[in-house]
């Protein structure tokens, strides 16, 4: 069994910054990818950034590139997701996700991911 727990969420203003955090554990050999996704109130889950484990090549969506960088320390088993120049519109609930089986891109869809986190909520006032 994998679990991930997400932290470092928070209420922020606009233009600011929060780090996330995503820690993982159990049975994590062989992990291919690791990525944040989000999913505002009425709104469908959709990928923010994605992160290869064992190589390190990263992928971001197009409306946080530039804003948003992913990163990982694998000593730690841990992912991180640095938010800068945050918008009211990136007000989400954030989730880490892992994905264990290998494959040549870092997915982007949701179903492509095997283990959620419970999510740490990102409010940014205007």
């Known amino acids: 069994q994998v679990q991930l727990v997400e932290s470092g969420g928070g209420l922020v203003q606009a233009g600011g910054s929060l780090r996330l955090s995503c820690t993982t554990s159990?049975?994590?050999?062989?992990?291919?990818?690791v990525a944040w996704f989000r999913q505002a109130p009425g709104k469908g889950r959709e990928f923010v950034a994605g992160?290869?484990?064992?190589?390190?090549?990263?992928y971001a969506a197009d409306s946080v590139k530039g804003r948003f960088t992913i990163s990982r320390d694998n000593a730690k088993n841990t992912v991180y997701l640095q938010m800068n120049s945050l918008k009211p519109e990136d007000t989400a609930v954030y989730y880490c996700?892992?994905?264990?089986?290998?494959?040549?891109?870092?997915?982007?869809?949701?179903?492509?991911?095997?283990?959620w986190g419970q999510g740490t909520q990102v409010t940014v006032s205007s």
């Open positions: 992160i290869s484990w064992s190589v390190g090549s990263t």
């Open positions: 996700a892992i994905d264990l089986i290998p494959r040549t891109v870092v997915p982007v869809l949701r179903y492509e991911y095997d283990y």
């Open positions: 159990g049975r994590t050999f062989g992990t291919y990818a």
